[in-house]
């Protein structure tokens, strides 16, 4: 697999970190989770039902799991050591924390000067905000993410999912591998930052690029697009529809299809400009006529026309839609307590594709193992489960 060879230190919690680090493992990193002994807070959060939680399986497969505790001297030793093997580690704690322990980016380079050392968090590692606590939600509403989302005459919407997050890990994912192609040409690694809110405003792109050029806020829109019309939400006789005729050869096939060529010669609508400016009349045209049929024969015609549209899909209905199902976006995890689905891989390699070759570990399962991988014999590592340091699957060596 593409990362065959590359051992990371997973010293992350919650989502940002173990994102980027499944990315990684996806691919065939060997992920070391140095999980803390109480167990990472993702094990007991969010809605579980029966057996493991999905919420720690779906973002901990394809990694091997130590449990240790870094508050002791044992633990901050075996950090060291596991460092030592290491080509990259990743941290996710509030900044400072990693100097606090003795594992900063200067301590661990200077004991292996190839270790690429990552570090995610909320506001930067540096800068009048590094210590704030940070979470998903505050970085929303702070990048001005959320101030783009909902309609004018509601507050601010913030995006469901946990964006920030994943943004965030993903960047770091991206960051460590650029680090890894420079390390094959100069030897040596490099500190990796990824921020969430330096995440959100990176995907600013058309917002930004209107602000920074008249100097007015972009207004929120909902579901209409804040620069296109028509482009949004659609109710059809049994339900709306998504509709994104992005160009004007695409407007022109939209209106062609719902037998509205009237439209195209009124000078109103002409030129993308003038149709945002008339959007109210537009969007009241097109719904008249997409009311009058059911959203999957418009779904046809649109897309025989070549007219972008979609339903707008449960996550029952996403995860059978055939097209979801044919690119192999949900997966099983054979856990001890039985199946469990999570999300597919999206980068898809034609070679050597991601695979699921681990289960989600559980607390503690791969301490043995992974201690003895770095040169601890029996005796360290029964007196390392007495003093606490270490726990393993079973409670003990």
């Given amino acids: 697999m593409p990362l065959t060879g590359i051992r990371v230190l997973d010293l992350t919690h919650i989502v940002s970190g173990p994102f980027c680090t499944m990315l990684l493992g996806d691919f065939g990193a060997d992920i070391v989770k140095v999980e803390a002994i109480e167990g990472d807070m993702t094990r007991i959060t969010g809605i579980m039902g029966e057996g493991e939680n999905p ?5 901990n497969r394809n990694k091997r799991d130590i449990a240790v505790n870094l508050k002791t001297d044992d633990g901050k030793e075996i ?22 322990l003795g594992l900063s980016f200067e301590s661990l380079h200077a004991v292996n000067p190839r270790l690429i050392y990552a570090a995610v968090t909320g506001f930067g590692k540096t800068g009048p905000y590094r210590d704030r606590p940070a979470f998903d939600f505050i970085a929303q509403a702070l990048s001005g993410f959320m101030s783009l ?3 004018a005459d509601m507050d601010p919407l913030r995006v469901g999912m946990p964006i920030s997050d994943t943004v965030a890990g993903l960047y770091a994912a991206f960051g460590i591998l650029a680090a890894l192609r420079e390390r094959d040409r100069t030897g040596r690694g490099q500190e990796v930052h990824a921020a969430m809110v330096d995440g959100l405003i990176s995907m600013f792109t058309f917002a930004a690029a209107a602000y920074f050029a008249t100097g007015e806020l972009p207004p929120r829109t909902g579901n209409d697009h804040m620069v296109l019309a028509a482009y949004g939400l659609f109710h059809a006789s049994d339900g709306p529809i998504a509709i994104a005729p992005s160009t004007p050869k695409t407007w022109e096939r939209l ?6 060529q009237e439209m195209l010669d009124d000078p109103r609508f002409r ?3 003038e149709r945002r400016l008339h959007r109210e009349e537009i969007n009241g045209r097109i719904t008249a006529r997409i009311g009058t049929r059911r959203r999957q024969e418009w779904i046809e015609i649109l897309n025989r026309e070549g007219v972008p549209c979609g339903p707008i ?19 099983e995890s054979d856990q001890p307590t039985g199946k469990v689905k999570m999300p597919g891989f999206a980068v898809k390699l034609s070679g050597t594709p991601g695979r699921l070759r681990r289960s989600s570990p559980q607390l503690g399962e791969h301490t043995l193992e992974i201690l003895r991988e770095i040169g601890y014999r029996q005796p360290e590592i029964e007196a390392f489960c007495t003093r606490g340091a270490v726990i393993t699957r079973g409670g003990g060596a």
């Fill in 255 to 260: 209106c062609r299809a719902l037998d509205l």
């Fill in 149 to 151: 989302n909902g309609t």
């Fill in 79 to 100: 950090i060291r050591r596991l460092a030592k093997t290491a080509d990259v580690l990743v941290e996710n704690f509030r900044p400072g924390v990693m100097e606090k």
């Fill in 55 to 59: 919420y720690f399986v779906n973002l």
């Fill in 271 to 273: 030129t993308s400009q």
């Fill in 313 to 331: 899909n449960t996550l029952r209905e996403a995860f059978v839609d055939p097209q979801v199902v044919h690119q192999e976006m949900v997966l």
